[in-house]
């Protein structure tokens, strides 16, 4: 186990929680009278319904394995008790790159990150660029393919 804490959002760590305890106490409980009644069917070994229903519980349970280890060393953040200018997790950033376009992102846990939604890991090459930096400071950021790029913070909010 990692000692690096996975932090989280509030909404991230309900997230998990939620999906867990459905896993836990609906989907898998489902899942296991499911392939009850198909194994009670006969033959297991050609039995589509049996043998789906074992694949659907295997993963279940990796699920389950995954979201308890990830669970196992939650550090919940809440951006609304952050304060300041600086960036730190759970920011709200707005940034303006080399050709004045201008982009809103949020700074979030690994396990939350939705490009659609604008929110970036914090471990993220332009989340840790961003780390500490404050209104007016220039970053620079490399992107896979070698090249940069160049952004300018505008603005820093939490809540």
């Given amino acids: 186990m990692s000692d690096t804490p996975n932090y989280m959002t ?17 989907e898998r409980p489902r899942v296991v009278v499911e392939v009850q009644d198909a194994a009670a069917q006969g033959d297991r070994s050609e039995n589509a319904e049996y043998i789906y229903g074992k694949k659907r519980l295997r993963e279940i349970d ?40 201008v982009a809103t992102w949020h700074i979030v846990g690994e396990d939350e990150v939705d490009l659609e939604k604008k929110h970036i890991s914090w471990k993220s090459p332009l989340g840790r660029a961003l780390l500490k930096k404050g209104v007016d400071d220039v970053i620079t950021v490399k992107r896979p393919d070698g090249a940069t790029l160049e952004y300018t913070v505008l603005a820093v909010r939490y809540g």
């Avoid at 309900?14 to 836990?24: C, I």
């Avoid at 600086?86 to 303006?96: D, K, N, P």
């Fill in 62 to 101: 990796r699920r389950l394995n995954f979201l308890s280890r990830r669970l196992a060393n939650v550090q919940v953040v809440d951006p609304k008790m952050q304060k300041g200018d600086r960036v730190f997790f759970g920011a709200t950033v707005e940034l303006e790159d080399e050709e004045a376009v």
């Fill in 10 to 26: 509030p909404a991230g760590y309900q997230r998990f929680v939620d999906e867990s305890q459905w896993l836990a106490r609906v």
